[in-house]
């Protein structure tokens, strides 16, 4: 069982970037593959970005082009940097892990951090 734990949410303009990160522990993070999700008030957990063990990823259609999914393996860390903000980014967010191979489908991801708000104002 491998723990999250997200962090470098916060409250910004739109326009602005912003880059979350999300440590692992207990587990061996090279065998995960790595994703993110956000969840606003009222709507459903979507999966935004997904980083596979290779040179895979995935992105949302809402965030392509603007968000970028990376990972430091020695730091045991996923990032996702988020540019060009909008206010309907805003949501809380949420790092996720599996190890299925299949990385662009939401429910192969099975374990959880504890999630971190972004707020994207006007």
């Known amino acids: 069982q491998v723990q999250l734990v997200e962090s470098g949410g916060g409250l910004v303009q739109a326009g602005d970037s912003l880059r979350l990160s999300c440590a692992a522990s207990g587990g061996t993070f090279s065998n995960y593959a790595m994703g993110w999700f956000r969840q606003a008030p009222g709507k459903e957990r979507e999966l935004v970005a997904a980083?596979?063990?290779?040179?895979?990823?995935y992105y949302a259609d809402s965030v392509k082009g603007r968000f970028t999914i990376s990972r430091d393996n020695a730091k045991n860390t996923v990032y996702l940097q988020m540019s060009s903000l909008k206010p309907e980014d805003t949501a809380v967010y949420y790092c996720?892990?599996?190890?299925?191979?299949?990385?662009?489908?939401?429910?192969?991801?099975?374990?959880w951090g504890q999630g971190t708000q972004v707020t994207v104002s006007s």
């Open positions: 980083n596979g063990r290779g040179s895979s990823k």
């Open positions: 996720a892990a599996t190890r299925a191979v299949v990385i662009s489908l939401g429910y192969v991801y099975d374990s």
